[in-house]
């Protein structure tokens, strides 16, 4: 997907957050006999976050569950935002904007049910996951191909960085390695 409304507001992003069950992780939520959780994240969307938070794009991440998984994950893949057991979303995103000095506009987020409404209606880019709840994929300016844990937050992040021109730039260094 990419079309004039989407670029426009790709170009202004400045910070990407995002939901975890259900964005970056199928939704499942896996215990074992000793009660401990599981999560399964794909790699492709760590790795993206990775390569945009080194081309100046900044990661958080809101989440209404707790889970040290989600912790280990975020100090694997850089992302120092990270704010879970957030029942109400919105007041934890007013703060995250607010001490980076940005605007909703500067924003993406990445929901997939409808908990995530508050933040889909106020982020210059509202994005979701093709398995998404209906409400969400009709509050969302861009919906992946792919599902949540699938690879659907590689998508966004590919489409944000080439928006914003920096997307050739990495090819070429992959290319030339």
């Not at 910070?15 to 000793?34: K, N, Q």
Request: some cysteine; glycine content about 10%; hydrophobic content about 45%.
């Amino acid at each position: 997907m990419e079309n004039a409304d989407f670029s426009q507001r790709a170009v202004a992003v400045r910070l990407i957050l995002l939901d975890v069950d259900g964005v970056l992780t199928d939704g499942r939520i896996t215990y074992d006999s000793l009660g401990r959780e599981s999560k399964s994240f794909h790699v492709r969307d760590g790795h993206r976050i990775k390569l945009a938070g080194r081309h100046g794009l900044t990661f958080g991440i809101i989440t209404g569950r707790s889970s040290p998984v989600v912790d280990q994950r975020a100090a694997e893949i850089g992302i120092s935002l990270v704010h879970q057991g957030a029942k109400e979303k919105l007041p934890v995103f007013e703060k995250i904007v607010a001490a980076a000095g940005l605007e909703p506009g500067q924003v993406a987020y990445m929901g997939d049910d409808i908990v995530d409404l508050p933040l889909l209606t106020r982020v210059g880019l509202a994005a979701t996951v093709a398995d998404a709840a209906r409400e969400a994929i009709a509050h969302a300016h861009f919906v992946s191909r792919f599902a949540g844990g699938r690879g659907a937050v590689c998508e966004l992040v590919e489409l944000i960085l080439k928006a914003q021109g920096k997307w050739d730039a990495i090819m070429r260094a992959y290319l030339s390695e």
